[in-house]
């Protein structure tokens, strides 16, 4: 099954700064490539995904890159603002498959 | 479209007793998940199903039961239930197994 690990498990930045978060995983055959916000209290819901035919999506600040070649895909955040405070969760995957997540990363922004 | 829904939002059990979630999609997808989250332990796959009268075992499958009679709706069964059970529970769907996955709004399940 897939072995997904995602670095780092917190991250604090100040109001402007980007944020980078990493996702890898071990099946290679996964062509798939969300990442999930949770706010507080709330349920997980996709911000961006990717697939295995793209290297790179950008949807205003946030941005998902991909290299398949060494297993990982990232998730970029400019210009933070404290509402993009949340837990980000990545689940590479494909069909057929279990979806499994990586145990999440706290991204904290202080104003 | 109601979406993902999970049925009840809170519960608390004793040592011991049984129950069953329930989860309705109304979006006609495929593939359903049920997951639990602990603090610092992120989502963990319970069991999922990859389409109507199928399920399979996820990452921490133990204690738990699940059935999926009817494409729209995922059950989830503890039959005796234990404190380590005490967790948030948040179903899941989606079209196929690689595409996007629609959350409910999570059962806060205590044991005591």
């Known amino acids: 099954g897939e072995n997904v690990e995602q670095h780092p498990s917190t991250l604090s930045v100040q109001e402007g700064d980007s944020a980078v978060i990493k996702c890898t995983y071990s099946?290679?055959?996964?062509?798939?490539f969300p990442w999930y916000k949770q706010e507080l209290g709330k349920r997980p819901q996709l911000i961006i995904d990717?697939?295995?035919?793209?290297g790179e999506k950008k949807d205003q600040r946030i941005a998902v890159t991909l290299n398949k070649t060494a297993k990982h895909f990232s998730l970029h955040i400019t210009e933070t603002q404290p509402e993009d405070s949340a837990v980000y969760f990545c689940?590479?995957?494909?069909?057929?498959?279990?979806?499994?997540f990586g145990k999440g990363t706290t991204l904290s922004v202080s104003s | 479209n109601a979406g993902v829904t999970q049925t009840p939002k809170f519960r608390v059990l004793k040592t011991g007793q049984s129950m069953t979630l329930l989860c309705a999609q109304d979006?006609?997808?495929?593939?359903m998940y049920w997951y639990r989250q602990d603090p610092g332990m992120g989502l963990r796959l319970i069991h999922y199903?990859?389409?109507?009268?199928?399920?399979a075992k996820g990452e921490v499958p133990d204690g738990y039961n699940v059935s999926r009679l009817k494409k729209q709706n995922f059950l989830l069964g503890l039959e005796s239930a234990a404190p380590s059970q005490t967790s948030v529970y948040f179903c899941?769907?989606?079209?196929?197994?690689?595409?996007?996955?629609?959350f409910g709004q999570g059962t806060r399940l205590t044991v005591v």
């Open positions: 899941a769907s989606s079209y196929w197994g690689n595409t996007e996955a629609f």
């Open positions: 099946d290679s055959a996964s062509n798939y």
């Open positions: 990717i697939r295995s035919n793209v």
């Open positions: 689940a590479p995957n494909q069909a057929g498959t279990a979806l499994i």
């Open positions: 979006m006609n997808h495929e593939y």
């Open positions: 199903s990859v389409g109507e009268g199928t399920t």
